[in-house]
């Protein structure tokens, strides 16, 4: 059981970070979904390589900089993973008028107007809260941040219904409820 958990563990941590797992470890889609109870866990490791960063580099740099280098830091570590997400619906909901339309809009893979600009904006929002909430906060909400948002990921995942109606979503084994 506890080698199971392991197992499911390291399939999160492969799926949502670029952290290296073990050879031996492969992607499998029934663990995948199960990984999803793994979100805030892996909130906290994002979020404590992030408060690190920032904390390391606010030693040598200026505190704007340090801020921008750990939001790098936490972009590199999941591999821009809920960045592109962000993207992606801005594309849909800028730029689609029906469900379906939406739907189609936010599982092309180009970069849209709306998804650059809900991503910019975002990053800008970031980066300005860090700043104007206080040097001695920054490490604090960069560590309770990310697990709690992975954390509200994983409400909506136990309280509402996924959005498609087929399998066509590369998304759809994280997106059914678990049993």
Same mark, same amino acid.
């Given at each position: 059981?506890?080698?199971? =958990?392991f197992?499911?563990?390291?399939?999160?941590?492969m799926?949502?970070?670029?952290?290296?797992?073990?050879?031996?470890?492969?992607?499998d889609?029934?663990?995948?979904? =199960?990984?999803?109870?793994y979100?805030p866990v892996?909130?906290? &490791?994002?979020?404590?390589?992030?408060?690190?960063v920032? +904390?390391?580099?606010?030693?040598?740099?200026?505190?704007? &900089?340090?801020?921008?280098?750990s939001?790098?830091?936490? &972009?590199?570590?999941?591999?821009?993973?809920?960045?592109?997400?962000?993207?992606?619906?801005?594309?849909?909901?800028?730029?689609?008028?029906?469900?379906?339309?939406?739907?189609?809009?936010?599982?092309?893979?180009r970069?849209?107007?709306?998804?650059?600009?809900?991503?910019?904006?975002?990053?800008?929002?970031?980066?300005?809260?860090?700043?104007?909430?206080?040097?001695?906060?920054?490490?604090?909400?960069?560590?309770?941040?990310?697990?709690?948002?992975?954390?509200?990921?994983?409400?909506?995942i136990?309280?509402?219904? +996924?959005?498609?109606?087929?399998?066509?979503?590369?998304a759809?084994?994280?997106?059914?409820?678990?049993?």
């Amino acid at each position: 059981m506890l080698t199971r =958990q392991f197992h499911i563990f390291l399939n999160a941590l492969m799926f949502y970070t670029r952290i290296p797992v073990p050879n031996w470890m492969k992607h499998d889609e029934d663990m995948l979904n =199960q990984a999803t109870v793994y979100f805030p866990v892996i909130g906290w &490791i994002v979020g404590a390589i992030s408060s690190l960063v920032f +904390y390391l580099f606010s030693l040598v740099f200026p505190f704007p &900089i340090a801020i921008l280098l750990s939001l790098v830091a936490s &972009i590199l570590t999941t591999g821009g993973f809920h960045e592109d997400g962000l993207a992606d619906v801005c594309d849909g909901f800028g730029g689609g008028w029906t469900k379906q339309k939406i739907l189609d809009i936010m599982k092309d893979s180009r970069l849209g107007t709306f998804g650059l600009l809900g991503l910019g904006l975002a990053l800008v929002l970031k980066v300005s809260s860090l700043f104007y909430i206080g040097k001695d906060y920054q490490i604090y909400a960069l560590m309770l941040v990310h697990p709690l948002s992975r954390y509200a990921a994983l409400s909506m995942i136990f309280t509402h219904e +996924y959005v498609r109606e087929d399998a066509l979503s590369k998304a759809k084994p994280i997106g059914k409820k678990l049993e």
